[in-house]
């Protein structure tokens, strides 16, 4: 008995070790592919099941917030989001969930990312 408790001890630490390298491959992904497109985010987070080391999810949630642009500029800018959502989904085999903000929203994305229990920055500028 002993040794199954042991087992599914080292299992379960297994577990969290290879979830957690999960959320740094991504967050280190994430934001190198986000600072290369240019399109305006100031800031943007990892947050819900991916940084949480004890359960798996199929999506990874991603909040964004803009600089300040008009809707014009925005919505061209945001559109560019779809490529890499698709080359993520190849990458890592999960789908991006994006939460927007725009500049004018900052208290709105402050409130949010600080409800969050354990958010990771993945750029910041």
Do not use: C
């Not at 497109?37 to 909040?63: K, Q, W």
């Not at 642009?69 to 890499?84: A, S």
């Not at 927007?100 to 910041?124: D, W």
């Amino acid at each position: 008995m002993r040794a199954l408790i042991n087992k599914e001890n080292n299992e379960l630490r297994l577990t969290i070790a290879q979830q957690a390298d999960e959320a740094k491959r991504v967050a280190i992904w994430l934001g190198r592919h986000l600072a290369n497109l240019n399109i305006g985010i100031s800031e943007a987070y990892l947050f819900g099941s991916i940084t949480h080391n004890y359960y798996e999810s199929d999506d990874v949630d991603v909040v964004l917030k803009f600089r300040d642009m008009n809707d014009k500029e925005y919505v061209k800018k945001e559109r560019k989001l779809t490529p890499i959502a698709k080359d993520f989904n190849r990458t890592f085999g999960k789908r991006l969930h994006f939460q927007r903000y725009l500049a004018s929203e900052s208290n709105e994305f402050e409130r949010f990312v600080s409800m969050q229990s354990e958010p990771i920055s993945i750029l910041r500028s």
